[in-house]
């Protein structure tokens, strides 16, 4: 059954990835060195300030459902995608429940929630009766994602593999890697993260223009620290008006 589960993971990570072909490969170590130096520069900085910056540009965020009563903070500019658009960028129809794109389509975050299933073979997330374990607690996250990248390798190749490590979550810890991968017409950045919050398995796949990665990813970084359980301190937050605080254009 545990092999199930971890087919079932890897599944959800290829549903979540966008349509790609062939494409040129381009030069794999172009200013590879320098762009981690400043990515770690531009991570540093988020870690001093209170707010939130894309790039330069400090952005609005508000808290958003990402489903089984768990939250997430994201900038404004991402929105649902158009339902036709998502059906053809993820043909499949196991494709993830949470897909948000910018007004361009240039950067993308989808999130999928994964159960486990239990010894019977049903699928739950609820504590056991007798050890009020959940059959989640045991999920070794980093472990996870090093098999989800092993899966990417074999089955993308070109893909060039940068990062991997652990983010201390607002209640729980997610492991993440990032890469680069080659799609039809341009390269493209792609950062996969893993996490248990609340007996939830949560999987998600942020993907850019490769370009813009330099200004994505500590953002990104950023709304992965946000996940978590609804609590009275976010009850507001998500509806029309709600700018959180520090925040600005």
């Given at each position: 059954?545990f092999v199930v589960y971890v087919v079932t993971i890897k599944q959800a990570v290829l549903n979540s990835l966008p349509v790609e072909g062939g494409g040129a490969m381009g030069d794999r170590n172009d200013h590879v060195d320098r762009t981690i130096l400043l990515l770690k520069r531009k991570l540093q900085e988020k870690q001093r300030s209170d707010k939130w910056y894309l790039g330069s540009k400090a952005v609005i965020?508000?808290?958003?459902?990402?489903?089984?009563?768990?939250?997430?903070?994201?900038?404004?500019?991402?929105?649902?995608?158009?339902?036709?658009?998502?059906?053809?960028?993820?043909?499949?129809?196991?494709?993830?429940?949470?897909?948000?794109?910018?007004?361009?389509?240039?950067?993308?975050?989808?999130?999928?929630?994964?159960?486990?299933?239990?010894?019977?073979?049903?699928?739950?997330?609820?504590?056991?009766?007798?050890?009020?374990?959940?059959?989640?607690?045991?999920?070794?996250?980093?472990?996870?994602?090093?098999?989800?990248?092993?899966?990417?390798?074999?089955?993308?190749?070109?893909?060039?593999?940068?990062?991997?490590?652990?983010?201390?979550?607002?209640?729980?810890?997610?492991?993440?890697?990032?890469?680069?991968?080659?799609?039809?017409?341009?390269?493209?950045?792609?950062?996969?993260?893993?996490?248990?919050?609340?007996?939830?398995?949560?999987?998600?796949?942020?993907?850019?223009?490769?370009?813009?990665?330099?200004?994505?990813?500590?953002?990104?970084?950023?709304?992965?620290?946000?996940?978590?359980?609804?609590?009275?301190?976010?009850?507001?937050?998500?509806?029309?008006?709600?700018?959180?605080?520090?925040?600005?254009?």
């Amino acid at each position: 059954m545990f092999v199930v589960y971890v087919v079932t993971i890897k599944q959800a990570v290829l549903n979540s990835l966008p349509v790609e072909g062939g494409g040129a490969m381009g030069d794999r170590n172009d200013h590879v060195d320098r762009t981690i130096l400043l990515l770690k520069r531009k991570l540093q900085e988020k870690q001093r300030s209170d707010k939130w910056y894309l790039g330069s540009k400090a952005v609005i965020v508000r808290q958003e459902s990402i489903g089984g009563g768990l939250y997430m903070k994201m900038p404004t500019l991402l929105a649902d995608m158009d339902p036709v658009r998502a059906r053809i960028i993820f043909p499949r129809r196991d494709r993830p429940t949470i897909i948000k794109t910018d007004k361009d389509n240039n950067a993308t975050l989808t999130i999928k929630l994964v159960p486990r299933p239990d010894e019977d073979g049903e699928w739950s997330g609820m504590p056991d009766k007798e050890t009020g374990r959940s059959a989640m607690s045991d999920v070794d996250v980093e472990w996870t994602t090093k098999k989800i990248s092993d899966h990417l390798a074999k089955v993308h190749p070109q893909n060039v593999f940068y990062e991997h490590g652990i983010i201390k979550g607002r209640q729980g810890d997610f492991s993440w890697f990032d890469f680069k991968g080659f799609g039809i017409e341009r390269m493209y950045y792609g950062l996969i993260f893993v996490g248990v919050i609340d007996r939830r398995l949560v999987i998600g796949n942020f993907h850019c223009t490769f370009a813009d990665y330099v200004k994505w990813k500590p953002l990104v970084m950023a709304m992965i620290e946000s996940v978590g359980v609804c609590d009275q301190t976010y009850a507001d937050i998500g509806k029309a008006g709600y700018r959180d605080e520090g925040l600005s254009n």
